[in-house]
């Protein structure tokens, strides 16, 4: 799959909320160094989003590229209602109501470790019960609205490929959209790739695999084999391999990226610190710095320039970082 057309040196995808933007600010993100605005499926107003996309192409023309990314089989608490306080050792309860997929229920048992908030929190299913389940946390922690779910050692996808109907149906409207990229999530193989290159036909956009499950890891060296471009999403995978882990995965993924020809972007939250204050932290200057050194191709903001108080500051720690990075060499 060819996409030398559509890359630089170094890419910076920034993400934009279509409700709050206006061209100013659009521009400026383009200005600074993003290459890639990316759109967050899981949040679009269907019945606008095509219009929406023709107004921002407008602004900035053919300077940027675009990326639709689908929402895929994330098991989320969608449907929670208020912010679910969990104390440390206290059981609490979660109808399945509360979730986007609740047959998931069926697959779990006493025991099943489920991770949330990006892999950071916890907890343990201790009873399984007709609609809920009982667990335990040994720490404090809050459950919000909208936060995806990891079970520990359960791969959970009600259908057999990746694709939900919201993701189908994003596609018929990307398909004639300005659509450059679509963001794969939860790719298990290439069977994944080629059942959405299918449905894609014609059309001009190219499929971009992320890297942030188990299975994507089993079979990385097929996928990345296949499609020269990927996406590691750190939250999601930190939470499918467990936090302290994610180090060691990181560099596996750029070793395999670099013995195969292949281009990764990588994201979450390498400002997060910048969502609400004006510099980044230490630690994660030298984290980006270590990542570029070591071979990837590029950075993905989300919340940073989604949401974020200091979007433009963030673009340019990155493009400063980027420029540093680049006039070392590094046998990492």
């Known amino acids: 799959m060819e996409f030398k057309k559509h890359l630089k040196i170094f890419n910076i995808i920034g993400t934009i909320n279509l409700s709050t933007i206006d061209k100013e600010f659009v521009r400026t993100m383009v200005k600074k160094g993003v290459t890639m605005l990316r759109l967050n ?19 900035v023309g053919d300077d940027v590229s675009f990326l639709l990314d689908l929402p895929g089989y994330k098991l989320r608490l969608t449907h929670l209602k208020d912010e679910v306080q969990a104390q440390a050792n206290i059981p609490f309860d979660l109808p399945s109501d509360y979730f986007n997929y609740p047959e998931f229920m069926d697959i779990v048992s006493e025991g099943t470790g489920v991770r949330v908030n990006d892999g950071l929190d916890k907890f343990t299913v201790i009873k399984r019960n007709s609609g809920t389940l009982s667990c335990l946390s040994d720490k404090d922690m809050k459950l919000k609205r909208g936060k995806g779910v990891h079970l520990d050692s359960i791969s959970f996808r009600p259908e057999m490929h990746s694709l939900s109907k919201q993701d189908r149906d994003l596609i018929e409207i990307a398909k004639t959209g300005g659509i450059d990229f ?25 499929c971009l695999p992320k890297i942030e499950a188990k299975e994507s890891l089993k079979n990385l060296h097929e996928i990345m084999s296949y499609c020269k471009l990927v996406l590691v999403d750190r939250g999601d995978l930190s939470a499918e391999v467990g936090i302290e882990n ?87």
């Open 41 to 59: 499926g899981a949040f679009l107003k269907q019945e606008t989003l095509k219009a929406e996309i023709a107004r921002v192409r407008e602004w």
């Open 182 to 206: 679509l963001g794969l999530s939860f790719v298990y193989h290439v069977q994944d790739i080629k059942y959405v290159e299918g449905l894609i036909g014609n059309a001009t956009m190219k």
């Open 246 to 332: 994610i180090w060691e995965v990181s560099r596996m993924i750029i070793s395999c990226s670099r013995l195969l020809g292949a281009h990764t972007i990588f994201a979450t939250q390498f400002l997060a610190h910048m969502v609400d204050k004006p510099i980044p932290s230490i630690s994660e200057i030298d984290s980006m710095y270590d990542l570029m050194r070591a071979g990837i191709g590029g950075i993905q903001l989300s919340e940073e320039t989604g949401i974020g108080q200091f979007p433009f500051e963030a673009i340019d720690y990155i493009t400063r970082i980027a420029q540093k990075a680049s006039s070392y060499k590094t046998n990492i």
